[in-house]
């Protein structure tokens, strides 16, 4: 963000859903101006989602700025057509496609999917940049017809990770194999086979495998229950360690990062955060995941929703623990070389027209 700070006019304006204070103190002290427009992200509600337009557009025509960077799927529909008709530049980021996209059978899944990508054919025509994650997300939106051919599509290296925030930090390896998942409580995050290998592997090594679960629970229609985790905690198969603010000392203290996700991911930070820390991934192979791992090298891809392929790849860090240290330092390499925040965020810059000339620089 502190990027688009300094291409940005003075007083650049952010625009996020309400948020505890201290997260829009941290906005405003990169140099934001912050303001808040709530909404339902969960929400299949027409009204809802049109009163959070009709602030936007307001906002948008009051400040009339020249270019938006938006993301999310609401404020990305509202921007965009917001934008259409205020004849403002609009760059649009999807970190991942979410609930709407994924295979979920329920009713509402259905309603909210084909309804999304009708809207999108229609947003989608006159937005300046969009950009993808990864090329799963991509393909996703060429097959359905929700970008047009003269868009400018660009596919980066997600988010990116700041190296210097996230320091290499050699494992401490010992009799014990710390296995850490941090996500949301979603199923779809591969939370229940992370338990189910577990307990798997408990069988055969015992209190050489700890597995810990970080993160908070949600209201994605996906979600798992408290009371589920807290009983797997009660049987001692996976530890849950709550929420923080701070990912780092959890990180550090593991030896192998897993997240057998088969949610539909942009690129998950939180692996970007764990290849710049210098641990070894066990992750699904499957959209905004796969690109994170090379295979056999700094972690394993195993098949989404298998728990007899993710008991297999964690086994083979209780077999072979010199793999932790190893593994973990192909990641750090790995994140050096493809997912450095600062060549992530000139990529996007550039792609949006804003690059700095040597004059300016």
Known sequence: MKLFVEISEPDPLFVCPAAEEKHINAIESIGFKCTVIDNDKQSLNPLSSFQYYKKLFKLLKDSAPDDVFVFHMLPIISASRACRILGIRCHCLFAGLGYVFSNDKSFKRKVAGSLVKRVMRSCMKDVTTIFFQNPDDCQTFKQNRMVSGDTNVVVVNGSGVALDHFPQCKPKVGEKVIFLLVARILRDKGIPEFYAATKRLKKKWGDRVESQLLGPFDDNPNAMQRSQIEEWDREGIVKYLGVTDDVRPYLREAHVFTLPSFYMEGTPKIILETLST??????????????????????????????????????????????????????????????????????????????KTEAET
Request: proline fraction near 3%; charge should be negative.
């Open 278 to 355: 210098g641990r070894a991934i066990i992750t699904a192979d499957s959209r905004g995941c796969r690109e994170t791992i090379d295979n056999g090298r700094n972690g394993y891809l195993v098949a989404p929703r298998d728990v007899d392929s993710l008991a297999d790849a964690m086994e083979q860090f209780l077999e072979h623990p010199e793999l932790i240290v190893e593994m973990g330092a192909a990641s750090r390499a790995f994140a050096e070389s493809r997912y450095d925040v600062h060549k992530v965020n000139a990529e996007m810059i550039e792609s949006m027209g804003f690059a």
